[in-house]
Each structure stands twice: as structure tokens, then as C-alpha cells.
């Protein structure tokens, strides 16, 4: 069965940065399209950055463009996401979502991901 498990968060200043990880355990990883999603407390799940199943193609989320990088290694099973510039108002919950059912077109349509990690805590200090 397909797990993600997720690292890297952390406490961090405003305009620091922090390097998460989604490690793939159980089938794959270049079967699957991985995108990133967070959570703010009061606040709807949103998606952040999502990678296509070969990497050849990336989207961004408005507000994190040009300060967010997303990559994956398939060979380690692993797809990161380099957060520099961090903000304030990034501070979530991070997730990692798999999907079979994206194709050559990243989208953080939630539903179309199958399977999700627990999520790892980001919080930026002013």
C-alpha cells in the first residue's frame, strides 16, 4: 500500500527558508503525480505546488511563485519542496498527496489526489 511520509518542517523567521520532503514508501513514485497542499488553522486546504508524474511539468500557487521550488527524485522516491523567502502568513500544515488520475497537466483539483500524508508543521515567526 502507498504511504507518503513527510519532513522538514519546522520553526522558522520570517524570510528563512526550509526544504520539506515527501518520501514515497510502497509503490512507485514515477507512477504518480505529487503535489503539495497546506492548512492554516480556521482556513480551507489549499494547494500550494504539484509536480507531473515525469517531472515535466510544474504550477504554482500565485502566492508562492518565485519563492517556492518543487522537485522529484524518482530513483530515491522522493519529491521536495524548497521554501525560501518563507512569510508569516505560510505558516501551515503541509501535506504530500499522490495521484494516478493527474496527467501531463499539474492542477490542485484535491480530489483527484488518492492518497495523502500526515503533514508536517510549518510556522514563520514575524
Known amino acids: 500500500q502507498l504511504q507518503l511520509v513527510e519532513s522538514g518542517g519546522g520553526l522558522v523567521q520570517h524570510g528563512g527558508s526550509l526544504r520539506l520532503s515527501c518520501l514515497v514508501v510502497?509503490?512507485?513514485?514515477?507512477?504518480?503525480?505529487i503535489g503539495w497542499f497546506r492548512q492554516a488553522p480556521g482556513k480551507e486546504r489549499e494547494g500550494v505546488s504539484c509536480?507531473?508524474?515525469?517531472?515535466?511539468?510544474?504550477k504554482y500557487a500565485d502566492s508562492v511563485e518565485g519563492r517556492f521550488t518543487i522537485s522529484r527524485d524518482n530513483a530515491k522516491n522522493t519529491v521536495n519542496l524548497q521554501m525560501n523567502s518563507l512569510q508569516p502568513e505560510d505558516t501551515a500544515v503541509y501535506y504530500c498527496?499522490?495521484?494516478?488520475?493527474?496527467?501531463?497537466?499539474?492542477?490542485?483539483?484535491?480530489?483527484?489526489?488518492?492518497?495523502w500524508g500526515q503533514g508536517t508543521q510549518v510556522t514563520v515567526s514575524s
Open positions: 498527496a499522490a495521484s494516478r488520475l493527474v496527467g501531463p497537466m499539474p492542477t490542485f483539483a484535491i480530489t483527484l489526489f488518492e492518497q
Open positions: 510502497g509503490n512507485t513514485l514515477g507512477d504518480y503525480a
Open positions: 509536480i507531473s508524474s515525469t517531472g515535466g511539468s510544474t
